[in-house]
């Protein structure tokens, strides 16, 4: 019960720190899956072939808009959310499995982390 407890208390503390993404920290599937997101809700199958991306209206479902998105992180310099890409593919930056990358940077340097 209280290891139950502590864990859930964990998962509380990582959800909302701002803690750069480490090789221990949990990726953002799993994140998600804390928070009850299923495989499906993200991949629109149960089981996701090698190779398949999330498409962004997945995301958008519950992400709203990028408009919405630039809103949140209107503070951060460039805001990744607004750029003169337009509206990229949510997993260019935001890896499920794995570390994700500030695709700019394929082209800029900017001092930018994606969780
Ligand atoms: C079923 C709903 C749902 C879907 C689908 C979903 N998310 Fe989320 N996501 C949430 C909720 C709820 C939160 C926590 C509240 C918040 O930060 O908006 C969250 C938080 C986040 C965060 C910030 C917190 C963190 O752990 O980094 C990012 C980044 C994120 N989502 C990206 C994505 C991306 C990219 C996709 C598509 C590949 C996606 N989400 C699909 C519900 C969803
Ligand atoms: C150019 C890279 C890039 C792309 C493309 C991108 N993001 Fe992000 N996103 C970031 C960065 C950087 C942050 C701030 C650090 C973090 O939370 O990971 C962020 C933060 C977020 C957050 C947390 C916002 C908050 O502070 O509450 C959510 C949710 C999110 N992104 C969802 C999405 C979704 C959904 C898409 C596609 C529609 C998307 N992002 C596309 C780079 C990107
Ligand atoms: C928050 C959204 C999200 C959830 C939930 C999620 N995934 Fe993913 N998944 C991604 C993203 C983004 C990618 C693109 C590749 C990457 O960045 O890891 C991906 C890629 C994949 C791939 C292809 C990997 C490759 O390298 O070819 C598989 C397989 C997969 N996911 C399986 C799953 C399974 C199984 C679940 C449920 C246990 C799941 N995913 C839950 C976002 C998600
Ligand atoms: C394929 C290469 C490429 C990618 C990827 C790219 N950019 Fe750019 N970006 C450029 C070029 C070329 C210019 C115009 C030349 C300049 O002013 O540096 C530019 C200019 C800019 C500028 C204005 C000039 C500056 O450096 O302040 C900003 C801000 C910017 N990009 C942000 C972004 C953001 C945010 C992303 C990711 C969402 C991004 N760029 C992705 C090539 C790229």
Avoid: W
Avoid at 13 to 30: C, E, I, K, N, R
């Amino acid at each position: 019960m209280r290891n139950t407890m502590l864990a859930a208390l964990a998962a509380i503390a990582l959800l909302g720190s701002s803690a750069v993404f480490s090789a221990d920290a949990p990726a953002l599937a799993d994140r998600h899956a804390k928070m009850g997101v299923k495989c499906e809700q993200c991949h629109a199958v149960k089981t996701p072939a090698a190779g398949t991306r999330p498409k962004n209206e997945a995301c958008l479902a519950c992400h709203q808009s990028y408009e919405a998105l630039a809103a949140k992180t209107a503070k951060l310099d460039p805001n990744p959310h607004k750029s003169h890409l337009g509206n990229v593919r949510c997993a260019d930056c935001h890896s499920g499995h794995a570390q994700s990358r500030l695709m700019c940077n394929d082209c800029h340097k900017f001092d930018l982390k994606v969780k």
